[in-house]
């Protein structure tokens, strides 16, 4: 990708814009990071409140069995699991991705590679199943629409759809990557 | 959605009491688990420079539109406005890239035409695919992403399709 954008900045000539465009994408890196940093530090805070008062456990329990179908190898990152997907489901995004990135830890095994699980995590994420799509029904109305809640049915039927085939095919890709 | 996040103070607060009930260090708790969260956001920033450099470098140089301008013709073939495709090309990589984008969508489009509520359905039926892998794999140092990706983007072409079949 790097090298696409550097070839059009070639044919167009624009050095200095080239060079400009990418220590702004590092920057912006930067400013990503920090914008994550407080409430990742918030929710990890009482993550861990919620850990030694036992909380994590009794949810870790009660989504065990449901979760291990999808995920076999997620006793551990069965709570953070849940409260991600949750997270998401109300349109939290700012907590979702503390307790995504807890669960990766805590699904991780050092070895540099992803497990099925990890796979599965991942995939189930990047289907956005939401109650209600909040940020752009508030673009719609930004926009000027009459309607702007009008899409939330279909965006839904999309989503879920979308969840579906990101099970089925994270289950049967999983075989053809060792 | 103001209500959602007042309703969300409720079961913080929950957590507060019943943690004092239960005697724990709450402050020592806290800290203990920001602490945690620190190496792993530093982890992460590598991978997201590598990736917005890619993207800032695509978008400012023209390439993206290039890109777009190629695909019109196949696009139109297919039936999908092509005022959709700056919406379909950015959305795995970047959420806020994506909103500008929407934003400008329904302003040329109308809000409520059908070109409008179809990327407003792709928008919200989808998720930013690399975004959530660079964060989510790289605060491990994962680089075998094994099936992650191709399961990730099925899933987001299904989602696009069923989108533009429902509206």
Redesign the interface.
Known sequence: ??L??????AI?G?GP??L???T???G???T??LS??GP???W????????????VKKLAKLMERPLSRLMPDAEDAAAPVTLNLAANF???GS?A??F??EA??R??RGD???SDS??M???L????V?L?????IA??S???????Y???V??????I??????VV??RL??R??? | MNALSVALLVPIAALFIYALIKKVNVYKAFAAGAADALPQLINVLPYLAAMLTAIEALRSSGVLSYLIGFLRPAALRVGLDPELLPILLLRPFSGSATLAILKDTLTNVGADSAAGRAASVVVGSTETVFYTVALYFGSVGVTKTRQAIPAALISGAVGVIVGLLLT
């Open positions: 990708m790097i696409a954008g550097l070839v059009g900045f167009n624009d814009g080239a400009e465009a990418l702004n994408g590092c912006g890196a930067i990503l990071t994550i940093a990742y530090l918030f990890s805070g009482l993550m861990r409140i919620a850990e030694e008062a036992g909380l109300f349109g939290l907590a991705t503390p995504g990135l990766m830890r699904l991780d540099g590679r992803a990890m796979a995590f991942i995939a994420n990047s289907s956005a939401e209600l799509p909040t940020a752009v673009v719609r930004a926009c000027g629409s009459s309607a702007p009008d899409i939330a279909p965006t839904f039927l999309a989503s759809a979308a969840a579906v085939s990101a095919s994270c890709l999983g053809l990557f060792k």
